[in-house]
């Protein structure tokens, strides 16, 4: 009778460690990975610092400070990398006339630079997801483009990642096409980035996911705390762009923590997170830090999923200051608050989750939720057209948590009930797999049955 109890406590270590086990690691996205370089991310910083001042409104024609300067380092930059020996990469332009208005006095020509690795799946042509940083940069007066503006962390941070990503990708073969672009005039209104989230549009470019890395390279708080065991991913809930049929299915549904844009947030955490050793990418439930933003609203606003992932903790001493120091108290962002270690590491988990959601077959559709006033959950679902869907993953949690507690493996198929899984009480997506792995993005509950 003695071995009855111990059998037991085997079967449920046994179950215990099966759910921890970790996730297997693509071999190919680990060896594109493991190109990300802290010393590359380094000089590119501190690069970026030497042009003095990254003000979108600072001298576009001086060859060694300034916005001009900048950009046109950058966009040598880029070009480079797409003439590496095994590169893929196609190089990218963004320039446009920014009229004038509020932080812009006069119209201007501003530039996004960035290059382009292209999808191979025909099918899926006109898919691409983006990832940015900003190459602009400020001081505490908005409108000063004279002064010393550093921006190292911000953004140099999140731009120098968008150039390291791209370099490490360059030779991947994935299904859909990924856009690395350093972009302008966050600043002085979101400017860069609005005006390529609507020019993708207008080419008839879906971007199933966009990321703004901004802020992403400080490990020391004013007060003098240290963390680089952590970084953040906001994202909005409800969708901005909603239709008013989409927003009362949300709110029966209860969905205001499962928008696209927080699925891509948790996906980033997931995947990313499972390529990096010593990170933890905490999901936040809002769409940014209190009353403040970055370029992923502009993807927002024209309606596609987007994030922004930004370090664990900030030194707000260093953001938006004059470079100067007060009863001994430093201000600016300076290249001393760059820690490229664990800026290396962030942009590592970028890399990851690009590489495996760009090479992703396309997701389910039309995930349907039945069983309500029921003790069992009902799910229906249509599988998409792509003949790579190998498998399915249907994400569970309850109600009142926010990030995944189980994943189910299921064989392609297109219904599932679940006795005893009350639908009150439990959350639900849906994602499709490759034969490899490569997951989608999960599709949350789009009819109520
Ligand atoms: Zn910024």
């Not at 001009?68 to 320039?95: H, N, Q, T, V, Y």
């Not at 906001?234 to 923590?257: I, K």
């Not at 009353?291 to 927002?300: K, L, N, P, Y």
């Not at 959950?377 to 249907?394: C, F, N, S």
Request: proline letters at 6%.
């Amino acid at each position: 009778m003695r071995s009855a109890p111990l059998l037991l406590a085997l079967a449920i270590s046994g179950a215990a460690l099966a759910a921890q086990a970790p996730e297997p690691r693509d071999a190919r996205i680990a060896e594109a990975v493991a190109k990300v370089q802290a010393a590359d991310l380094q000089a590119t910083v501190a690069k970026l610092v030497s042009f003095g001042t990254r003000h979108t409104l600072s001298k576009a024609d001086d060859p060694v400070r300034g916005i001009g300067a900048a950009r046109a380092w950058l966009a040598s930059a880029f070009g480079d990398l797409a003439k590496a020996p095994g590169s893929r990469l196609k190089p990218f332009e963004d320039r446009f006339t920014q009229p004038a208005g509020t932080r812009m006095p006069s119209p201007a020509e501003l530039v996004n630079v960035g290059t382009i690795l292209p999808g191979t799946d025909p099918r899926r042509a006109k898919e691409a997801i983006v990832l940015t940083g900003h190459y602009d940069s400020r001081v505490t007066d908005v409108m000063n483009a004279t002064a010393d503006a550093p921006g190292a962390d911000d953004d140099g941070s999140g731009t120098s990642m968008a150039l390291e990503a791209a370099k490490a990708l360059a030779a991947a073969r994935p299904a859909i096409t990924i856009y690395f672009v350093a972009v302008v005039g966050e600043e002085q209104g979101l400017f860069g980035s609005a005006h390529l989230a609507k020019r993708l549009q207008d080419e008839g470019v879906t971007v199933l996911a966009m990321l703004s890395v901004d802020i992403a390279g400080n490990t020391r708080s004013g007060d003098g705390r240290r963390d680089s065991l952590h970084a953040r991913i906001w994202s909005e809930g409800s969708p901005a762009t909603e239709s008013p049929a989409q927003r009362h299915l949300r709110l029966a549904l209860g969905n205001e923590q499962d928008s696209p844009s927080r699925e891509w947030a948790r996906y980033l955490a997931r995947v990313g997170g499972r390529y990096v050793d010593g990170l933890e990418l905490r999901v936040m439930r809002r769409r940014d830090r209190i009353a403040r933003g970055s370029d992923h609203m502009s993807f927002s606003a024209t309606g596609s999923p987007a994030a922004c992932l930004r370090e664990g903790i900030e030194n707000y001493d260093g953001q938006h200051q004059d470079v100067r120091v007060e009863d001994g108290r430093a201000f600016g962002d300076t290249l001393e608050g760059f820690d490229a270690p664990y800026a290396a590491k962030l942009c590592k988990a970028v890399v990851a989750a690009f590489a495996e959601l760009a090479s992703a077959p396309e997701p389910p559709s039309d995930l349907t939720l039945g069983g309500a006033v029921s003790p069992d959950t009902k799910l229906k679902w249509t599988l998409p057209a792509d003949p790579r869907v190998a498998g399915l993953i249907l994400y569970r949690r309850a109600a009142d948590t926010g990030n995944w507690q189980r994943a189910q493996r299921l064989a392609p198929s297109s219904a599932l009930t679940l006795p005893g899984v009350v639908p009150d009480d439990s959350v639900f997506a849906l994602a499709t797999v490759d034969a490899e792995g490569h997951e989608s993005l999960p599709a949350e509950v789009a009819h109520l049955e």
